[in-house]
């Protein structure tokens, strides 16, 4: 049973922007910690970015001053805004919610190529 489900993923050209979307219809964000995580096949899972029930921000270093993460709890979304892609940056992306419980989603695939 899918817990959280991601959108937004596509084929993008190396310099162009994506903005991926997580929400649930089980669970509610607002105590949450939220994530976004990455894996490129044979290549293990790595953080991009975490944002906090109240507001704080945390990126992985090669998407900093790039990828923006934001959440919309009225909404019930986490967001995570792409710009200036590029070729490395083409991986499954994974949503991941925290606090007591853990949750993952499907994911969704990214791809930047020209």
């Known amino acids: 049973q899918v817990q959280l489900v991601e959108s937004g993923g596509g084929l993008v050209q190396p310099g162009g922007s994506l903005r991926l979307s997580c929400s649930s219809s089980?669970?509610?964000?607002?105590?949450?910690?939220m994530g976004w995580y990455r894996q490129a096949p044979g290549k293990q899972r790595d953080l991009v970015a975490t944002?906090?029930?109240?507001?704080?921000?945390n990126y992985g270093n090669p998407v900093k001053g790039r990828f923006t993460i934001s959440r919309d709890n009225t909404k019930n979304t986490v967001y995570l805004q792409m710009n200036n892609l590029k070729p490395e940056d083409t991986a499954v992306y994974y949503c991941?919610?925290?606090?007591?419980?853990?949750?993952w989603g499907q994911g969704t695939q990214v791809t930047v190529s020209s």
């Open positions: 944002i906090t029930s109240r507001g704080s921000t």
């Open positions: 089980k669970i509610i964000f607002r105590p949450y910690t």
């Open positions: 991941r919610a925290n606090y007591v419980s853990e949750y």
